[in-house]
T-cell receptor, first 114, second 112 residues
Framework: DTGVSQNPRHKITKRGQNVTFRCDPISEHNRLYWYRQTLGQGPEFLTYFQNEAQLEKSRLLSDRFSAERPKGSFSTLEIQRTEQGDSAMYLC????????????FGQGTRLTVV | DQQVKQNSPSLSVQEGRISILNCDYT??????FLWYKKYPAEGPTFLISISSIKDKNEDGRFTVFLNKSAKHLSLHIVPSQPGDSAVYFC???????????FGTGTKLQVIP
């Protein structure tokens, strides 16, 4: 296992289009997180899954955002009707229950909305 | 509301000297504190953590200090090495929730 994998690495889309990102966590990790990072800021929490259950959601996660982890393995993050303000790095992280809050991050998907 | 502040956006240190990175927080409910390191084009990497019941945790060249009364967290790197050059984020968690709140980061440059 080579760590947390995110696809695509880069996505350029026109305003109003829908986009979907995929995250493959470390295989034995039951916890999965999505974060968003904009220039000059630290990562901002979006949502958290334990296995297939979405247990926490940030108020940053508007109605246009939806995340799933259907079988408790990979996860997808969809943004509908993208806006220029959605341009950011979207980071996925995973951890196991016994690790406390230390998480392993993927390299991220950079979204540019034009 | 900015619950976490890293007031120094950048720091330059000579190789072999001590690097001290600082973080201030306002939320007294935080009970677990972490430091992450980030290289360009990579995701953050966990470095070291400390729980609120401790005031110091050491791992090799890295030591984290927690001053709860001052709501201040710091990371000491001794001796600093050029490979330590990266952006360092402090991060905090409130018990019972998985949400981790990150600071804005400090870019450390270790000069050979």
């Amino acid at each position: 296992d080579t760590g947390v994998s995110q696809n695509p690495r880069h996505k350029i889309t026109k305003r109003g289009q829908n986009v979907t990102f995929r995250c493959d966590p470390i295989s034995e990790h039951n916890r999965l997180y999505w974060y968003r990072q904009t220039l000059g800021q630290g990562p901002e929490f979006l949502t958290y899954f334990q296995n297939e259950a979405q247990l926490e959601k940030s108020r940053l996660l508007s109605d246009r955002f939806s995340a799933e982890r259907p079988k408790g393995s990979f996860s997808t993050l969809e943004i509908q009707r993208t806006e220029q303000g959605d341009s950011a790095m979207y980071l996925c992280a995973s951890s196991s229950s016994g690790q406390g809050y230390e998480a392993f991050f993927g390299q991220g998907t950079r979204l540019t909305v034009v | 509301d900015q619950q976490v502040k890293q007031n120094s956006p950048s720091l330059s240190v000579q190789e072999g000297r001590i690097s001290i990175l600082n973080c201030d927080y306002t939320n007294s409910m935080f009970d677990y504190f972490l430091w992450y390191k980030k290289y360009p084009a990579e995701g953050p990497t966990f470095l070291i953590s400390i729980s609120s019941i401790k005031d110091k945790n050491e791992d090799g060249r890295f030591t984290v200090f927690l001053n709860k009364s001052a709501k201040h967290l710091s990371l000491h790197i001794v001796p600093s090495q050029p490979g330590d050059s990266a952006v360092y984020f402090c991060a905090f968690n409130s018990g019972g929730y998985q949400k981790v709140t990150f600071g804005t980061g400090t870019k450390l440059q270790v000069i050979p």
